[in-house]
C-alpha cells in the first residue's frame, strides 16, 4: 500500500485548511463525482457523443429529473459539452469535454477495483447482516 502515506498527507493537509470546501478537493469535486449517477453517465459517454435519451436507455433506472440535473452539473463542472441543434423539437448531444475524458482513466481504475472486490463488499455486507 504504496498510497497509503501519501494520502495521509494529503488529508493532513486538508485539516489544516479546515476542510475549506473552496480548498479541499474531496468536498468540492470528489463528492460530485462519487455519486452513482455522475460515474454512470460520465462511463456512457466514454465511447463518444450520445444524445439525452440514448443516455437514459443505458441506464434506465435514473429519472429524466436526475438526468438533466447531474447533466447540468458536469455541463457546469466543464466535464461535459451539449450542444442543441435547431430542430423541432431541439434535439440535444452531451459529450465528454478534454477535461471530462481526463477523468477516464482513474476512474476506470475505480471501476476495475469495484469489479474486481464487488464479490468481497457483497459477501462483507451478508456476513455483517448476519451478526447479532
Known amino acids: ?13 486538508w485539516q489544516d485548511l479546515g476542510f475549506d470546501p473552496h480548498h479541499c ?3 468540492d469535486v470528489l463528492s460530485h463525482l462519487g455519486d452513482k449517477w455522475t460515474t454512470l453517465i460520465i462511463a456512457s459517454l466514454a465511447g463518444g457523443t450520445r ?12 429519472s429524466k429529473r436526475m438526468l438533466t440535473q447531474t447533466l447540468r452539473d458536469l455541463e457546469r463542472d466543464g466535464l461535459v459539452t451539449r450542444h442543441v441543434f435547431p430542430t423541432s423539437p431541439p434535439s440535444v448531444e452531451y459529450s465528454l469535454t478534454p477535461l471530462g475524458g481526463s477523468l477516464l482513466r482513474p476512474l476506470a481504475g475505480l471501476v476495475d477495483w ?8 457483497r459477501a462483507a455486507r451478508t456476513r455483517f447482516q448476519a451478526e447479532p
Open 114 to 121: 469495484a469489479e474486481r472486490n464487488h464479490p468481497a463488499i
Open 1 to 13: 500500500m504504496t498510497d497509503g502515506p501519501d494520502l495521509a498527507e494529503r488529508f493532513a493537509a
Open 51 to 62: 444524445r439525452f435519451g440514448a443516455i437514459h436507455r443505458v441506464i434506465p433506472d435514473i
Open 25 to 27: 478537493p474531496v468536498r
